[in-house]
């Protein structure tokens, strides 16, 4: 299957206008069929060994999710105090999570057993069925921006609060909790960045040509 001009150059545009969203969303529910796609894109995700070892909880209670409001607001604390002078006050300033304003939050997981002990492709590096799951992340955050519906992946939580909440087994893996909705519009800019906590590396600070290159 050949990608035609318009299809490439609307992948690009998806790519470069997915931000995490944080403030941004809307009430309005996310239609049933829209979701199964965005699911479906996610699915699809390049697996290692084609483990496929992803599974999605998908969480809009009101009470559960104010629950793993209460479990961010706790991290977050303690996250601040690992800061010091005008970055710790920087960091209480920012807008981190949309838990409770977002109608869906998606708990991603990872079963590493899921097709026995030894995987086609994880026996030197058997990180690979963690990295799969991500790569589903992905593909799901690129097919909400598709939708024009924002994604938030909220990283300030204990893994042991959505355990408890979602009645995760201890032999499956966290690897996110995710909010997701309509918002009232996509900043052109990422928001760490807008808030001055870091800039954008250039490319080619990131580009290395047959060794490892020292970047000034």
């Known amino acids: 299957m050949t990608i035609t001009e318009n299809e490439r150059d609307a992948v690009y545009k998806t790519i470069f206008s997915r931000r995490d969203v944080r403030r941004e969303f809307k009430s309005t529910p996310i239609p049933k069929q829209i979701l199964e796609r965005m699911l479906l894109a996610a699915h699809h995700a390049p697996s290692v060994g084609f483990m496929q070892p992803w599974d999605f909880i998908l969480v809009s209670d009101k009470d559960t999710k104010a629950k793993i409001k209460q479990g961010f607001s706790q991290a977050h604390s303690e996250a601040a105090e690992l800061f010091q002078g005008d970055r710790q006050k920087k960091y ?27 995987v086609l ?14 790569c589903a992340i992905q593909n799901l955050w690129l097919a909400a921006r598709a939708e024009n519906i924002g994604l938030g992946w909220v990283s300030i939580l204990h893994d042991q609060v959505l355990r408890d909440l979602l009645k995760i087994p201890d032999n499956i893996e966290i690897i996110a909790y995710l909010c997701i909705g ?12 807008k808030a001055g906590w870091l800039t954008r590396r250039s490319i080619e600070s990131a580009i290395h040509y047959d060794v490892w290159q020292e970047k000034n």
Do not use: H, N, W
Not at 96 to 102: D, M, N, Q, R, T
Not at 126 to 132: A, C, N, R, T, V
């Open 92 to 118: 209480k300033t920012l807008k981190l999570e949309g838990i409770e304003e977002a109608p869906l939050g998606i708990c991603v997981t990872c079963d590493r057993g899921r097709t026995g002990p030894v």
């Open 182 to 193: 309509y918002v009232d519009a996509f900043q052109d800019t990422p928001d760490l960045e």
């Open 121 to 134: 492709g994880r026996t030197a590096k058997p990180e690979m069925d963690l990295f799969s799951s991500v």
